[in-house]
C-alpha cells in the first residue's frame, strides 16, 4: 500500500499528537538531566528498535487475509516509534553542541537551582572555570617553591646524616635519635620532591578542567584529579571516586581531594564504606599527616575527633589544616555550651592556623582548590574575630570582699552561666572548700555568698576556682584582701548636682569587737589632720559630702570610749567614680 494512501495519512495523522507530546516532555527532560549523560541518544536508539519491532509485526498481520495493516496497533505502534525516533535524534544533536548543565539550566536560574537539588549537582560550572585559573597558577608556584625546597632539604639531609652521631638537628617533626631524625627529613625531601614534580605543571594540565574535556585515559595525577571533579560535575559519582582512587595512587599529601573523596563514597554506599575505604590508605602510612585528619572526620563521636585533632597537631605542629578542624570541632561544643575553657580551646586553634597561614602559608600549601581554601581561612577568621570580646570577659572571676567586726564577707562574680560548682579557699592556693548550691527560680546554681569569715588582723589571699558545664575546672583565681584592726568600707551615693560632686557613706568599726561596744572614730580625708570626729558602735556608718570623682585615701582611728586603748591610725584607699 503507498505511502499516500488515505490509511497511511490516517495513521500519521492519529500519531502526531502523541508524538509532539512526547518530544517536548522528553526534550524539556532531557535537557535537565544532560549533566547525568545524554538520554535523548538511547531513546532514539530504542524507538528505533522498537520501529524495527513494529514492521516485522506488520509484515506478519498483511500475510492474513483481510487485514488492512495501516488500520492495526502495529502500524499505529510503528509510526510512534519512527516519529519519536527521528524526535530525539534531533535532541541528541542539539543536546551534543549545547552547555554541559542544558539550556534551560544554564539560562534560567530556578531550574539550574531546581537541577542542583535533584541531580545534586552543587558547583555550579561557572564557578569552577572562574576558579581553575587561579587554582592552577597557585599550586603551579607552589610547586616551583616545593621543588626548591625539596632541593634544599635534600642537601641538609646528607649534612645532618653525617653530623647525626655528634648531635641531634631539629625538623618539623622531632625525634628521639640523630640517625632516625636525618632519615625522616631524607623521606621529607623525597616526599616534598614528587609533591613539587607532581604538580608544577598543573596550570598547563589544568586546561582540560577549564574546557570540561574527560581525559580518556589519565596517566598523571592532574588528568586524574581533573577527571574526578568534572564527573564529580556532572553528577557521576562511579566515575568520580574511580578517578580520585586513580589520583592518590602519586601519594600528593592535598586535603581537599580526600574531602572530596570521602563525601562522595559516603553519599553513595554510606558513611560506614567511607570510613573502611579512607582507613585503608590510612593504615597504609599511619604517619601521614592528611591521611589521619581525613580518617579522623568520619569519627562519630566528638571526643575521639578532639583526641585525633589533638594528636595530630602535636605531631605536625605546622599542619594547618588540622587546627582548622580541631577550630570547627570546638564551636560545635561551644553550641551546647559556651564556657571560658572551650572560647579559649577554640582561639588557640584558629589563632594557631592564622599565623601557620601568615608565616608560612601553613593552610592553602595542603590544598588545591584555593578558593576553597580561602573561604575556610575567611570564615575562620570571622568565627575568631566574632569571640574576641567574649575571651576577654567569659571565664573571669572576681569577689567584692566586706569587713564586718565579726568576720569577712566576699561575694564571687562570676562570668560564665552553666556552673557546676564554685570552690574557695583562703591561704591556701588549691581551694577545695566547696561554697554549695541554692536555688535560682526552677534552677540550683552555686552560692556566690561566703562567710562571713573571722580571720586574724593581716594580709590574706582568697582563691577561687569553678567546675564548668563540661565539668572542666577553671583556672585558680586570686583576691588579694587586708583585715585591718579599724576598718572602713565605701559606699558612693548618686552625684549631688548643685555642686557636682559625690556624697557617700563609710561602714566603720573595729575588727573583733562587740557590736554594743562604743568608740570615738577619728577621721579625714586625703589628709592626716584627723579633725572629724564620731561616737559610734563597734561598727557605725560616717556620711561624707563633697567629693570628686577619682582616688581618694580615708585616715581612720579608733579609741575606746573610755580612752583606755588607741588604734594605729589606718590609711583606707578607696575611688570615687
Known amino acids: 500500500m503507498a505511502l499516500s494512501s488515505p490509511a497511511v495519512q490516517k495513521a500519521f495523522a492519529r500519531a502526531a499528537r502523541p508524538i509532539a507530546i512526547i518530544g517536548a516532555v522528553g526534550g524539556f527532560i532531557g535537557d535537565i538531566i544532560q549533566p547525568l549523560g545524554d538520554f535523548a541518544l538511547w531513546i532514539a536508539i530504542l524507538s528505533f528498535v522498537g520501529a524495527l519491532i513494529a514492521l516485522i509485526w506488520m509484515i506478519v498481520l498483511r500475510k492474513r487475509a483481510g487485514q488492512e495493516v495501516w488500520d492495526t496497533v502495529a502500524a499505529g505502534l510503528f509510526v510512534l516509534c519512527i516519529g519519536s525516533f527521528v524526535v530525539f535524534a534531533v535532541w541528541t544533536f542539539v543536546f551534543s553542541v549545547g552547555p554541559p548543565r542544558g539550556y534551560l539550566a544554564t539560562n534560567v536560574e530556578p531550574i539550574g537551582d531546581l537541577q542542583a537539588q535533584l541531580l545534586g549537582l552543587q558547583t555550579d560550572v561557572t564557578e569552577i572555570k572562574e576558579t581553575t585559573t587561579q587554582t592552577a597558577t597557585r599550586v603551579a608556584e607552589q610547586g616551583d617553591t616545593q621543588s626548591a625546597q625539596a632541593t634544599a632539604q635534600a642537601q641538609s639531609s646528607q649534612v645532618q646524616a653525617a653530623q647525626a652521631t655528634a648531635q641531634a638537628q631539629s625538623s618539623q617533626v622531632q625525634v628521639a635519635q640523630a640517625t632516625t631524625q636525618a632519615q625522616g627529613v631524607d623521606i621529607q625531601a623525597a616526599a616534598a620532591t614528587a609533591q613539587a614534580k607532581g604538580f608544577a605543571d598543573l ?39 574511580q578517578a580520585y582512587e586513580g589520583y592518590f595512587r602519586f601519594g600528593l599529601n592535598f586535603v581537599d581531594p580526600y574531602i572530596e573523596y570521602s563525601a562522595l563514597v559516603s553519599a553513595s554506599d554510606g558513611i560506614a564504606r567511607a570510613r573502611e575505604r579512607v582507613n585503608d590508605y590510612y593504615n597504609a602510612d599511619k604517619t601521614n599527616p592528611t591521611l589521619d585528619l581525613v580518617s579522623a572526620r568520619l569519627l562519630d563521636s566528638p571526643e575521639e575527633r578532639l583526641a585525633r585533632y589533638t594528636a595530630i597537631a602535636t605531631r605536625a605542629p605546622q599542619f594547618g589544616p588540622v587546627f582548622y578542624e580541631l ?28 599565623a601557620l597561614e601568615q608565616e608560612i602559608q601553613g593552610y592553602t600549601r595542603y590544598y588545591i582548590d584555593k578558593s576553597l581554601a580561602d573561604k575556610n581561612l575567611a570564615s575562620a577568621q570571622q568565627r575568631f574575630d566574632a569571640l574576641a570580646q567574649a575571651r576577654n570577659v567569659t571565664g573571669n572571676v572576681d569577689a567584692i570582699v566586706y569587713q564586718y567586726n565579726d568576720g569577712m564577707q566576699f561575694i564571687v562574680l562570676l562570668s560564665e552561666s552553666g556552673v557546676k560548682k564554685l570552690l574557695f579557699d583562703i591561704d591556701n592556693p588549691t581551694p577545695t572548700r566547696d561554697t554549695g548550691m541554692t536555688s535560682l527560680g526552677a534552677n540550683s546554681v552555686p552560692n556566690v555568698n561566703i562567710g562571713k569569715i573571722q580571720l586574724p588582723v593581716g594580709e590574706h589571699t582568697l582563691y577561687l576556682q569553678y567546675i564548668d558545664a563540661n565539668d572542666v575546672p577553671s583556672k585558680v583565681f586570686e583576691k588579694k584582701f587586708v583585715v585591718r584592726p579599724v576598718f572602713a568600707t565605701f559606699q558612693q551615693q548618686p552625684l549631688d548636682f548643685s555642686d557636682n560632686t559625690f556624697p557617700g557613706t563609710f561602714l566603720v568599726g573595729v575588727t573583733g569587737a562587740p557590736l554594743e561596744t562604743f568608740y570615738t572614730y577619728k577621721w579625714s580625708i586625703d589628709s592626716d589632720a584627723l579633725d572629724n570626729e564620731q561616737l559610734g558602735a563597734a561598727m557605725t556608718g560616717i556620711q561624707v559630702k563633697g567629693l570628686e570623682a577619682g582616688e581618694h585615701i580615708l585616715y581612720l582611728q579608733a579609741i575606746t570610749q573610755d580612752g583606755s586603748k588607741t588604734f594605729d591610725v589606718e590609711e583606707i584607699p578607696f575611688t570615687v567614680k
Open 327 to 354: 577550630g570547627l570541632e570546638y564551636d560545635r561544643a561551644l553550641g551546647a555550651a559556651s564556657t571560658a575553657d572551650l572560647i579559649q580551646k577554640q582561639g588557640d586553634a584558629y589563632s594557631t592556623l592564622l
Open 203 to 241: 596550570q598547563s594540565q589544568f586546561a582540560a578542567l577549564q574546557q570540561g574535556n574527560i581525559v580518556p585515559k589519565p596517566t598523571t595525577p592532574q588528568e586524574w584529579y581533573s577527571n574526578a571533579r568534572l564527573y564529580q560535575l556532572k553528577g557521576d559519582m562511579a566515575n568520580a571516586i
